[in-house]
């Protein structure tokens, strides 16, 4: 008796794997049944490839696009920049110029009327003698002997 029940315990574990093994195959089915059918990028690599071969092309010739206006922008400022650095100096030149006449204008006889009258005008202000050889750029001495020179105007003392 004790052979048969080892022969029948024997005969219930097989089955219990068996069924086992049933239930699992059938769950690893779904399993693939679920992926392959919620997912059509794993069904369909051509695809896939096809339009990320799209986007590639796409991708590309926007950056062709935006080397092409970096290269003008470039070309435009390195032109703007040499305009520029000429006329830097042709202006070096005028005020090389423009300080070598100075000289010569301050003591022309427009120039020394206009101190003469810039003078006048800031002493009836009120301003002192040297702040206005200051304002008029020129020395104090100078500035007391042109005062001197002309008609007597009210004086502020420094």
Request: aromatic share 4%; no cysteine.
């Amino acid at each position: 008796m004790q052979e048969q029940f080892w022969v029948i315990a024997q005969m219930a574990i097989d089955i219990f794997m068996l069924v086992l093994l049933v239930v699992l195959l059938k769950s690893m089915s779904r399993k693939r049944e679920t992926t392959t059918s919620s997912d059509p990028a794993f069904s369909q690599p051509g695809t896939l490839l096809k339009e990320m071969r799209q986007i590639t092309e796409t991708l590309e010739k926007n950056l062709e696009e935006k080397r092409t206006l970096t290269r003008n922008v470039i070309t435009e400022l390195e032109t703007l920049l040499s305009d520029a650095e000429s006329a830097a100096i042709r202006l070096e030149g005028l005020m090389n110029t423009w300080q070598r006449i100075r000289p010569f204008e301050k003591n022309s006889r427009t120039d020394t009327e206009r101190l003469k009258k810039s003078a006048k005008a800031l002493l009836e202000k009120g301003l002192a003698r040297k702040e206005i050889a200051r304002r008029l750029d020129i020395p104090l001495g100078e500035l007391e002997l042109m005062l001197k020179l002309q008609e007597p105007i009210p004086q502020k003392e420094q």
